[in-house]
């Protein structure tokens, strides 16, 4: 009977988060379309109301540790839900994301995620995202802020194993730019997919950064055992152990 509670109270934190959207996109479209401040400021809002209603209706906080960045670098992080999008950019002051072409159509988020300068990609066409998003950079046409990238292209559920792709060695040897790595524990409250959202402290933490210069394998290596470590840490903080 408790989880058939706390079931119906997450089926109506999910909905009204989406109404939420649609609301706010509408109050904030003159300004977003004329400034994208005005964008930034309406999906900040966002993620605050997402946080604010997620802690009173399943009891589910939310905590950012670590020092979020300010200056321009690229944000390497572990990505198990929306919920670390959420944490993630609602922390820094300007992020933007490489992400699926497709979203560009998604009513609302699309329209927003391009006008604060996310940066969309075809699948099988991310080397060549990457080249022109690097000359962007490089002539000022790209919008200043932190590039947030997910290294292991989609969600991963906790205690999945999945690769981290070259891509974002890529883009850190390419931009020249500090990479500060990210590790979650979001996913074992915020599913995946699904309705239910458990109870307790998701948790995403900013770890120390790893300064430009280092060979791309050697950066794979060191971003993977920083995040893998770093959310194995918070998973088991959570009660979930990752190692089964």
Not at 124 to 140: E, L, N, P
Request: net charge positive.
């Amino acid at each position: 009977m408790r989880y058939a509670i706390h079931w119906f109270w997450s089926l109506l934190f999910v909905v009204q988060m989406y109404l939420a959207m649609a609301v706010l996109a509408v109050v904030f479209f003159p300004w977003a379309l004329v400034s994208r401040r005005g964008a930034l400021v309406a999906c900040k809002t966002y993620c605050r109301w997402v946080r604010w209603t997620a802690g009173w209706m399943v009891g589910l906080r939310t905590q950012v540790r670590g020092t979020p960045p300010t200056d321009e670098v690229v944000i390497a992080a572990k990505h198990q839900s929306f919920l670390d999008i959420i944490l993630i950019f609602g922390a820094v002051p300007a992020g933007k994301f490489i992400m699926k072409r497709e979203l560009m159509w998604a009513p609302f988020l699309g329209q927003y995620a391009l006008r604060i300068g996310c940066v969309p990609v075809d699948r099988g066409k991310r080397a060549q995202a990457i080249r022109q998003m690097v000359a962007d950079v490089a002539r000022g046409a790209a919008e200043p802020g932190q590039l947030i990238i997910y290294p292991q292209g989609t969600r991963i559920a906790p205690g999945v194993k999945a690769p981290y792709k070259v891509g974002s060695a890529v883009l850190y040897t390419e931009l020249g730019q500090d990479c500060v790595p990210v590790a979650t524990n979001v996913g074992v409250f915020w599913p995946k997919r699904g309705i239910y959202r458990k109870p307790g402290v998701a948790v995403v933490e900013f770890l120390p950064r790893i300064e430009a210069g280092l060979r791309k394998d050697a950066f794979l290596k060191r971003l993977e055992q920083d995040v893998e470590e770093g959310s194995d840490r918070l998973m088991a903080e959570a009660g979930f152990d990752a190692r089964h």
